[in-house]
């Protein structure tokens, strides 16, 4: 599985940014397709993942500003960040992998670093 992302960069505090993810390769592996975030000195976490189907879950501290969606027809999911938050700072990595709820068997793509300054 490939995954190439994009759709990072520098935002102020309260502004949007939308990332976008595409996917190759075993339509088993890429079921589910999401984010995760690493900020500095911290370990990665989840942002939010969808299932094919639709089905979605999302990390709390974004669930009410954060929207993921994916379209299948192109293998490529999207992260809609509003009202973002300094705290919102990371490098954003693109997942795909085959169950919603667990993380084996997943594959990573390029992080792109979200900024978000005060």
């Known amino acids: 599985v490939q995954l190439q992302a994009s759709g990072g960069g520098l935002v102020q505090a309260g502004g949007s940014l939308r990332l976008a993810c595409a996917a190759s390769?075993?339509?088993?592996?890429?079921?589910?397709m999401g984010w995760y975030r690493q900020a500095p000195g911290k370990q990665r976490k989840l942002v939010a993942v969808i299932a094919r189907g639709g089905t979605t879950n999302y990390a709390d501290v974004v669930k009410a500003r954060f929207t993921i969606s994916r379209d299948n027809a192109k293998n490529t999911v999207y992260l809609q960040m509003n009202s973002l938050k300094p705290e919102d700072t990371a490098v954003y990595y693109c997942t795909s992998r085959p169950y919603l709820l667990r993380p084996d068997g997943g594959y990573w793509g390029q992080g792109t670093l979200v900024t978000v300054s005060s």
């Open positions: 390769g075993s339509m088993f592996s890429i079921n589910v």
